[in-house]
């Protein structure tokens, strides 16, 4: 079976890449940024989904089934140009699957899409709306992107579409949401909150990825791992020092003396959890993380 995965030089598109190798899949990747030293078994085209050069991989190697990794997040791509990246790859992307003949699809997405609250509830389902683009409106197109490949899921029901929204990962790349946010020394909090925070091994997070397409997941499902953990206890267990400071100051000292670049919307994350319920995705595939929250932790930790 041959599987076409865009932003495959990404750090969960390179794992999850290796991992479909080591499952028996032919895998070819798309993607703007090189990897160097691929392993051989894995085929590379530098291209923007966007454009034709991609397109005209989906048309020469006709993969049976893709996966969407090619998504950017306002930590990464500051410019008006990721919501392009995001939206409009997405479009092209379910595009060039449904004219070429792609049988299954896995639109990887963030379970940041049901956004954080004071009223929320504490466990979100699959059914929810979006609530963060109106506090948030950095996430805006990753919601945009997430709710047009829902999408395909009745405008092409020959295809196999699931979508994933993937609770923040942690490991030793030290790449990511959750990781970007712990990168200094100091930890920025709101005080007077402690939300939990839920998080998975970058490793699980690959292997639920290929769990998806190997069960021909159809729908959305929450993907999450150990147990949610207080975010002060994060911040502690990865070595790190908190800076509990009232909001107003909280918004001044982003991007300041060591502490990380914010946008204002991201407060409302730091004092609400967005925690959700992922047993759906678990029955399908019978899914079970190898790393639970402390191991996790440590080997952020301990990476060089």
Request: glycine share 6%; proline share 8%; with cysteine.
């Amino acid at each position: 079976m041959k599987v076409l995965v865009t932003g495959i030089s990404g750090t969960l598109g390179k794992l999850t890449a290796v991992k479909l190798v080591q499952h028996g899949y032919e895998v070819v990747g798309i993607d703007r940024r090189p990897w160097p030293n691929a392993p051989e078994e894995i085929e590379i085209f530098q291209a923007d989904i966007r454009k034709r050069p991609a397109e005209d991989v989906f048309r020469t190697h006709r993969p049976d089934a893709a996966i969407h990794m090619a998504t950017v997040t306002h930590l990464v791509t500051q410019s008006p140009d990721r919501m392009r990246v995001n939206l409009y790859g997405t479009r092209a992307f379910i595009h060039h699957c449904a004219a070429y003949g792609v049988k299954q699809t896995v639109f990887v997405g963030r379970h940041t899409f049901y956004g954080a609250a004071a009223d929320s509830p504490l466990y979100h389902t699959e059914d929810e709306p979006p609530m963060s683009t109106h506090s948030f409106q950095e996430l805006a197109d990753l919601v945009a992107a997430d709710l047009y490949a829902a999408s395909a899921l009745w405008r092409y029901p020959e295809i196999a579409t699931s979508v994933l929204r993937v609770v923040y990962t942690l490991g030793p790349s030290k790449h990511g949401t959750l990781a970007s946010y712990l990168h200094g020394p100091n930890v920025p909090l709101i005080m007077g909150f402690d939300p939990l925070f839920q998080f998975m091994h970058e490793d699980d997070a690959a292997e639920a990825i290929v769990s998806a397409l190997a069960h021909k997941l159809h729908g959305i499902y929450n993907v999450s791992g150990p147990t949610p953990v207080p975010l002060s206890t994060i911040v502690r267990a990865a070595g790190r020092r908190p800076i509990p400071a009232p909001e107003p100051l909280f918004k001044l000292g982003l991007g300041r003396l060591g502490l990380p670049r914010l946008p204002a919307g991201a407060a409302d994350h730091l004092k609400y959890p967005i925690v959700v319920d992922s047993d759906p995705f678990r029955r399908a595939t019978r899914f079970t993380y190898q790393y639970d929250e402390r191991e996790t932790i440590n080997s952020f930790r301990a990476a060089r």
